[in-house]
Structure formats: C-alpha cells, structure tokens
C-alpha cells in the first residue's frame, strides 16, 4: 500500500516560486511513476508534469513547460513540483498521484494512477 500526502502550498504573487512536496509512504514507492494533477474550482482536473520511475524521464503540459520542473528523491520517497513565474491561472489545488507505467502518453494520463494525495491549494494573486 501507498500513500502520498502533498505540502509545500500556499497564496503567491503572480511571478513568485514554489515548491510542492509529496512524501510516498510504502516499501514500494521508487517502483512507481509520480506525477502532479491540478484542479481548479469549477473544471475538471487536469495534468501537469509526471515523471518516470526508471529513467527520470519527464513530462509536462504545455501550460506550465518551461515553468515547472517535477523531480524525485527516491532516498528520501519525495516527489518535488518547482513552480517558477506563476500566473494566477496556476491557481488550484495540485494533486500527487503514483502508477505503474512508463512513457508520455501513459504517465500523462489520469486513468493510469491508482494513488492520489489529498491536494494542497495553490493560490496565485495578480
């Protein structure tokens, strides 16, 4: 069994930085794929960066390419999401997920993750 619980949210200015956690709880946690999901009040929830178990291969929509960067520390079963120049449509509440899959069109999908966290709320000002 896996469980993921996020920090690292908070209420920025557009153009401000931050860092989400998420610490995975398991024996098998570098065995899986992570990846950040994000939804804002009244849409569906949407992708955002993913990032391979072997390999680090990784991925990102292109709302936030070039912003964002998603990284691992298998040593310390923590998944990172850097946030540069936020805007305040980055606004929501981002969402960590765990799966088993490699490659773009399978870790960037919601359907593969069967591990999520409970979300932290991202809140950009303009």
């Known amino acids: 069994q896996v469980q993921l619980v996020e920090s690292g949210g908070g209420l920025v200015q557009a153009g401000d930085s931050l860092r989400l956690s998420c610490k995975c709880t398991g024996p098998t946690c570098s065995t899986y794929a992570m990846a950040w999901f994000r939804q804002a009040a009244k849409a569906e929830r949407e992708r955002v960066a993913a990032i391979d178990w072997i390999g680090g291969g990784t991925y990102y929509s292109h709302s936030v390419k070039d912003r964002f960067t998603i990284s691992r520390d298998d040593a310390k079963n923590t998944t990172y999401l850097q946030m540069n120049s936020l805007k305040p449509e980055d606004t929501a509440n981002y969402y960590c997920?765990?799966?088993?899959?490699?490659?773009?069109?399978?870790?960037?999908?919601?359907?593969?993750?069967?591990?999520w966290g409970q979300g932290t709320q991202v809140t950009v000002s303009s």
């Open positions: 997920a765990a799966g088993r899959g490699t490659g773009a069109s399978i870790l960037m999908t919601q359907s593969t993750y069967e591990y």
